[in-house]
């Protein structure tokens, strides 16, 4: 049956958008796209290129391995002689630092999946020495503390993950994207109010937001995005305890994240689910049934029931697959 060319057209944006987000390599692009224009392969394709696949891996390898012995030199020296710094040499050495890490995720090429996971995760730890750079300023230059440090390094590390994000549609961008916001939201909360559990409702909701935005499929990919926002509505919940309305809340988030994992069929985030359940319950459990015996107890029986939606949801994933 021959493809018409809208189909092709479409075909070949959706192979555009997998080699965009490091799905496929390029080889394995330009190879899809022949078969789409019914072309015969390029030679060059067909040929085994496991020895080009061995050499991009071990070429990531060395750069995440010279990454992480960089970092920790940068740590130990910085231990002996940051106080001897001073203000401007810390903030040079934080600064140029977040600097070196955007100019090297810029400067690899990302024609093949490795190139695209080395750029995410520089661009990653860019974004993430930005944030410490502007605590730094906000600290050492704007003479600013507390909350409003949280403001100025959560909202500034956004504004760059968001760009960032943009130039490279990956997990770990909008991660960052997300995570950096919703330190802003609490930060600014926090410096609005003397509540002190007001910033945990503010991260609820950023999470709430966000795992609503991928339920409806408009942040992809949507079961890695719910995770994390489940994940961040649980620290959330948990910031705003021990209060009363705290606490119902938290158990609330649970109880909905752990039957939304069984109702879909993900573990991951049933995962999640109990996780929070691990650390929303035992402080539950002590403020409302004090006792030596109850907290056990209580403990069992929602773990056993953890553990039999786990079991269930793996049959059904299983079952569904087969369908």
Same mark, same amino acid.
């Given at each position: 049956?021959?493809?018409?060319?809208?189909?092709?057209?479409?075909?070949?944006?959706l192979?555009?958008?997998?080699?965009a987000?490091?799905?496929?390599?390029?080889?394995?692009?330009?190879?899809?796209?022949?078969?789409?224009?019914?072309?015969p392969?390029?030679?060059?394709h067909?040929?085994?290129?496991?020895?080009?696949?061995?050499?991009?891996l071990?070429?990531?390898?060395l750069?995440?391995?010279?990454?992480?012995?960089?970092?920790v030199a940068?740590?130990l020296?910085s231990a002996q002689?940051?106080?001897?710094? !001073?203000?401007?040499?810390?903030?040079?050495? /934080?600064?140029?630092? $977040? =600097? %070196?890490?955007? #100019?090297? *995720? @810029? +400067?690899?090429p990302?024609?093949?999946?490795?190139?695209v996971?080395?750029r995410?995760?520089?661009?990653?730890?860019?974004?993430?020495?930005?944030?410490a750079f502007?605590?730094?300023?906000?600290?050492?230059?704007?003479?600013?503390?507390?909350?409003?440090?949280?403001?100025?390094?959560?909202?500034?590390?956004?504004?760059?993950?968001?760009?960032?994000?943009?130039?490279?549609?990956?997990l770990?961008?909008?991660?960052?994207?997300?995570?950096?916001?919703?330190v802003?939201?609490?930060a600014?909360?926090?410096?609005?109010?003397?509540d002190?559990?007001?910033?945990?409702?503010a991260?609820?909701?950023?999470?709430?937001i966000w795992?609503?935005?991928g339920?409806? !499929?408009?942040?992809?990919?949507?079961?890695? /995005?719910?995770?994390? $926002? =489940? %994940?961040?509505? #649980?620290? *959330? @919940? +948990?910031?705003?305890?021990?209060t009363?309305?705290?606490?119902?809340?938290?158990?609330?988030?649970?109880?909905?994240?752990?039957v939304?994992?069984?109702?879909?069929r993900?573990?991951?985030?049933?995962?999640?689910?109990?996780?929070?359940?691990?650390?929303?319950?035992?402080?539950?459990?002590?403020?409302?049934?004090?006792g030596?015996?109850?907290?056990?107890?209580?403990?069992?029986v929602?773990?056993?029931?953890?553990v039999?939606?786990?079991?269930?949801?793996a049959?059904?994933g299983?079952?569904?697959?087969?369908?």
């Amino acid at each position: 049956m021959k493809t018409s060319a809208s189909d092709r057209r479409s075909m070949s944006n959706l192979v555009d958008h997998w080699l965009a987000d490091g799905l496929i390599t390029s080889a394995q692009a330009d190879r899809m796209r022949a078969e789409l224009d019914g072309s015969p392969h390029p030679v060059a394709h067909d040929i085994p290129a496991d020895g080009r696949g061995r050499t991009s891996l071990v070429v990531e390898a060395l750069a995440y391995l010279g990454g992480v012995i960089v970092m920790v030199a940068a740590g130990l020296i910085s231990a002996q002689y940051w106080s001897e710094l !001073g203000d401007t040499g810390q903030l040079a050495v /934080v600064g140029g630092a $977040a =600097a %070196a890490l955007l #100019l090297a *995720g @810029a +400067l690899v090429p990302v024609h093949s999946a490795p190139g695209v996971r080395l750029r995410s995760v520089l661009w990653l730890l860019c974004t993430a020495g930005t944030g410490a750079f502007l605590a730094l300023f906000a600290d050492l230059v704007l003479e600013l503390d507390g909350s409003a440090i949280g403001m100025v390094a959560g909202g500034g590390a956004a504004v760059l993950a968001a760009v960032l994000w943009w130039r490279l549609p990956g997990l770990a961008q909008q991660a960052a994207f997300f995570v950096a916001t919703m330190v802003a939201a609490g930060a600014t909360v926090a410096q609005l109010t003397t509540d002190p559990h007001l910033p945990g409702l503010a991260v609820w909701t950023t999470g709430g937001i966000w795992f609503l935005l991928g339920w409806f !499929g408009t942040v992809q990919p949507r079961r890695e /995005v719910q995770a994390l $926002a =489940a %994940a961040a509505a #649980l620290i *959330g @919940a +948990l910031m705003t305890l021990p209060t009363t309305v705290g606490m119902v809340l938290a158990l609330c988030t649970v109880v909905a994240v752990v039957v939304l994992a069984v109702v879909v069929r993900d573990l991951l985030l049933l995962a999640v689910g109990a996780l929070g359940a691990l650390n929303v319950l035992p402080v539950v459990v002590n403020e409302w049934f004090p006792g030596e015996l109850a907290a056990p107890l209580v403990l069992l029986v929602v773990g056993a029931l953890l553990v039999t939606a786990a079991v269930y949801t793996a049959k059904r994933g299983k079952g569904h697959n087969r369908d």
